[in-house]
């Protein structure tokens, strides 16, 4: 499996992004997706996650509210919508495809992940 995020950026405070997340391979369609992030000098924290059929999401507090998690099993493509951003918002965002060990469940936890994209890089402006 392959990932490729796309659609970071640098904005201003209060300003909308949406990222892309493409993705190669038969398993997809069949699991759950996750966004992390990580900051300069911090951890990789949850985001975000929606379950294989996107009937299910899960948020961290942080970004409840702001952020939507959504995807399109067509088009092997998962997407955050970020709006209403925040300079905390700063960091490199990463997609993940969950792990077959965790089906049927949203694991807010790196762990829980087998694939990883590259990330792209969220900069936000106060």
């Known amino acids: 499996v392959q990932l490729v995020e796309s659609g970071g950026g640098l904005v201003q405070a209060g300003d909308s992004l949406r990222l892309s997340c493409a993705a190669s391979?038969?398993?997809?369609?069949?699991?759950?997706m996750g966004w992390f992030r990580q900051a300069p000098g911090e951890e990789r924290e949850f985001v975000a996650a929606?379950?294989?059929?996107?009937?299910?999401?899960d948020y961290a507090d942080s970004v409840k509210g702001r952020f939507a998690v959504s995807r399109d099993n067509a088009k092997n493509t998962v997407y955050l919508q970020m709006n209403s951003l925040k300079p905390e918002d700063t960091a490199v965002y990463y997609c993940?495809?969950?792990?077959?060990?965790?089906?049927?469940?949203?694991?807010?936890?790196?762990?829980?992940?087998?694939?990883w994209g590259q990330g792209t890089q969220v900069t936000v402006s106060s």
């Open positions: 993940a495809v969950g792990s077959a060990r965790f089906r049927g469940v949203l694991v807010a936890a790196a762990y829980a992940y087998d694939y």
């Open positions: 391979g038969r398993t997809f369609s069949s699991a759950a």
């Open positions: 929606i379950n294989w059929s996107g009937g299910t999401t």
